[in-house]
């Protein structure tokens, strides 16, 4: 490599030392500038002629840590999406603008991206600190959306900002491009995914799987999220009978908590022949039309259990799921390669594996941190 590496690689990792001599995140972006960014949060690559913000650094830990961040990001490499949450924290009052980070993603996203000015709009460079002293890049993106949302923090309502990302198909970002477009303004030498957004506005998504068939590993949680997992696992306990139940009121709370959800309600305990949970979704959320052209009814079924879940299992949901609607199955554990297979090519079902349940929870306000809500365990474990 150079003198500052030659290029970032999605899924690899960096170091991240207090010496900047050998350190490769600080060290390698802020090489030609005076200022730069620091060791988390957001930040901004800046002109230092012109102050125009270059490009943005996202900072993203996933480490575990004693005091929790309610603000769990998801960073999705199989979809080619993320959710990262800006740096509003408990005791920062109700306006989400008081930080710093927060106000440079608004202005740049309305100044540049919800104005189609795609010339002047910065790329977003994300990282994940997944151990100490060490950085994984997760690829260069854009952003999607912004909007307002709220969380439970330290007891407290906090006001913050969801910064939705679409990450770019590139697995390499060259350094000379950073360093030129950071020092100079000009833009050349980048992905070629980032100059087919720039020339055309459309997205060529990055995905992990040219296959969609996960191992066991990537339907785990990650390290973060690993709390979350066992928790559900510890305190919604019992026979089998009742762990089965106790998860299956935790997926007909998180449904219910979606927007695109309705009529959300489980089968009765008896007879239910393979199916938990009935509803309705919605594909379409945004666009209204009369009778039920964007609806579909969707059944599904709830495992509580630590092995693994085969193609025999799917085909009993599966053949409770009639034309015109779609199946569910939600695990805290995970499916078989043959499952997955026949999943894609015979059923109508949709898997959800732990680390997928794990990832949506977070997103809702039945989780306080790395545990579920005392009172909604309260709540389930009450009812059974």
Known sequence: MGQYGDQYVVGEEYRNSTDLSTNEYRGWLNAPLDGGVSYRGIEALRNPQTDACELIVLYSSSTSSTSHDPWEDIIN????????????????????????????????????????????????????????????????????????????????????????????????????????KSRTGYDVGGPDAWDHWVDTGTVRRYSIYNEQIRSKANQQPDTRLEPLHEDIRTRLDGTSKERGQKLEMLIERLLESMDNMTQVRRTPSSGDKGVDIIGQTNLLPDVTLGGNKTKLKFKAQVKNKKGSVGGRELSRLASRVGDGEIGLFFTMSHYTDAAQQ???STYPIRLFAGGDIVDMLVQTDLTDGPRLNDQVVKEINNSV
């Not at 959710?83 to 603008?97: I, N």
């Not at 991206?113 to 709009?121: H, I, T």
């Open 342 to 344: 026949e999943s894609l």
């Open 77 to 180: 490499l199989e979809d080619g999406i993320a959710y990262y949450w800006g740096d509003s924290k408990a005791g920062d009052g109700p306006d989400p603008l008081s930080r710093r980070g927060n106000r440079l993603v608004k202005e740049q996203y309305c100044s540049t991206y919800a104005q189609n000015n795609r010339d002047e709009a910065p790329p977003v460079l994300l990282f994940q600190k997944e151990r100490v002293g060490w950085v994984t890049f997760k690829g260069c993106c854009v952003i999607d959306d912004l909007s307002i949302t709220r969380h439970r923090d330290e007891g407290e309502t906090v006001v913050n900002y969801r910064i939705d990302l679409e990450i770019l198909d590139t697995d390499t970002v060259d350094l000379e491009w950073i360093h030129r």
